[in-house]
Structure formats: structure tokens, C-alpha cells
């Protein structure tokens, strides 16, 4: 399958990158890795008049680990994660979704910020993207804007960024003491896209109570969610409330139903790999 003509440019500069697209007024796409764009584009579900490809872009594929978090560069790819010993050891939930993203092909060209713009449904990193309290830094026409990680994804395959706008960066805060986390995917065979998947992050207080908890679950719904309802439900409780709180896991989500899996079975998932998502989680906390 062949997409439709489309221009090909390579600014060399992330001001020229920004400059092209704000230029072509909506008619042009960012190309990153290409591994969701160039798939689109082949099933004409995208066409795009223009491709600018940032794909050597300097300073935009870099990782960095200091007091004030971790900050990831929009094209880092998911191979380069799932490989780095800095996000082994300070972000484990990213590295081990990373590692599962589809095949190794995919994990060499695919990027974060790739996979966070495109927002499929059914990604790995957005979930774990929400578990970390992550956070966009996109620059556009008129500067830099960052943006919450909750409030990021809106609907299937679409966000809040700017059709104007590029990803630069991705920030995660450090993690607190006693934190664990976790991503727990239960794959397509053919695809290796998540039926379902779930990243959760604890932190535990002193008497191993949950102070803290994030779940970020994809798959299941329209868009990648925060499951709020389990947060709240394991507040202030201990390890023996966790299958009950799991439960909660796609309460008011309406759930994807299609070729793959039925919505009740998606729910059902959700809930499964919520609380082994919480129970690993919990053990690599160190409790
Ligand atoms: C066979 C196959 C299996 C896959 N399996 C999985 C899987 O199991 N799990 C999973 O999560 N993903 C999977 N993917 C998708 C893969 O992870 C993609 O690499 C990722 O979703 C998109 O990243 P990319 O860099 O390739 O983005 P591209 O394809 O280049 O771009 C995707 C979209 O994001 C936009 N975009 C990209 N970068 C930026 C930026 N910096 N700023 C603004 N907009 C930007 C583009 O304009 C485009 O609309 C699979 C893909 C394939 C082909």
C-alpha cells in the first residue's frame, strides 16, 4: 500500500521545524519515527501535504537525571529507554513498558514523544506517561507551554497539543521515598498493542499504608485514563484493600468493543491487571 504524495522536508533547526509547520497551516505532520504516521498514511486515514521530518534534530534525543526529575527528549526512542540504567533506576515502570512495545524494529524508530502525541489508545508509554505524573514541554509559534500529563490525552488519537506545536520534551518528577511501580500488559498476540495494560505507582507510608497511589490503565477506553476511582478507594489503606479497590478499574469507561475483545472483557481486564499491577508495584516499593 502506497500513502498519497506528500512533500518531504528536514529543517535542521527546531525553529525552522516550528516555523514549517506553523507555515503550512494544519496541511503538515510532524514525522518522528514514523512507526504510527507512516502506517496511517498507507491506510489513507492520514494525508498529509507535507511531512517535516525532526528525525535528526540535535538536542531533542537526550536523557537527563538530576535533583529536579527526570527529563526525556521527544525523540528518544523506546529502545533507548528500556536500555538506559539512568531510567532502570529511577523511572523502572517506563523502562519495562518501553520494553514491550511491540517488536525491536519498532522499539529502534519509534519515539516518546512520538507515542505520546499520537495517543493511541491502546499505547503503552501513555499510561505509564500518567502513573509518573508526566508532563509536556511543546514549543510553538509563540514560545514554550508545558502541559500536565492529566489533562494531555482528550480522545482517541488526539491531545491538547496545538496543531502548531512540537514536542520537545517530556518531564517526570523524582520519585518519593518508599515508592514502587509497575506496568503490567496483557498483549495482542499479532500486534503486541495492550488489550489491556496498567502502570501503577505507590508510595507507602510508615506502617505500609498507601499515602499515594497512580494508575494509569490503556487499552480499555476511547483514550489512556487515569482510574481515579481505585486511587481514592486504596487512600490511607493497606495491601489487603487492593483486590477490592482493583474492582473500580473501569468504572465509568466506556469500554472498546470490537474484534479483539468484547467491552465486558476489557473491563475484566482492567481489573486483573490493576491489581497485579498494585501488588508488583507494592513489592517494588520494598514492602
Ligand atoms: C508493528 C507495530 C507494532 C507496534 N506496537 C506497539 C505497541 O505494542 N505499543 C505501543 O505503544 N506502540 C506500538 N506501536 C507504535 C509505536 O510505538 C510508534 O513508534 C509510536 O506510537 C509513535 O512514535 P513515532 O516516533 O513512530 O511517531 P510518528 O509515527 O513519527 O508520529 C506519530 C504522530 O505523532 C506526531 N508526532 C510525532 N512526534 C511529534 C512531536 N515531537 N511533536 C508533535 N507531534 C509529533 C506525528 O505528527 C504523528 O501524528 C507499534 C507500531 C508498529 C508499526
Redesign the pocket.
Known sequence: MYPAQFEYVRPETLDEAVRLLAESGGEA???????????MMKLRL?QPATLID?GRLPGLNEIRVDGSGVTIG?LVT?AQIASSPEIKRALPALAQAAS????LQ?RN???L???L??A?P????PAVFLSLDGEIV?RGPSGEKTYKGSEFFVDILTTQ?GED????QIRFPTLLAKTGTSYQKF?HPA????LTGVAATVTLGANGTFERVRIGVTGVGAKAYRAEGVEQALQGKGQADIAAAAEKAADGIDCNDDIHASAEYRAHLARVFTRRALEAAVRNAGA
Open positions: 505532520k510532524i514525522l518522528a519515527g514514523g512507526h504510527s504516521l507512516l502506517p492520514a525532526i521527544a523506546h514491550v512495545v511491540g517488536d519498532v524508530r519509534g519515539t514523544g512520538g507515542s502525541a499520537h493511541d491502546a499505547g503503552d508509554l511543546a497539543l506545536e512540537i514536542v520537545t498483549e500486534s503486541h498493542y495492550a
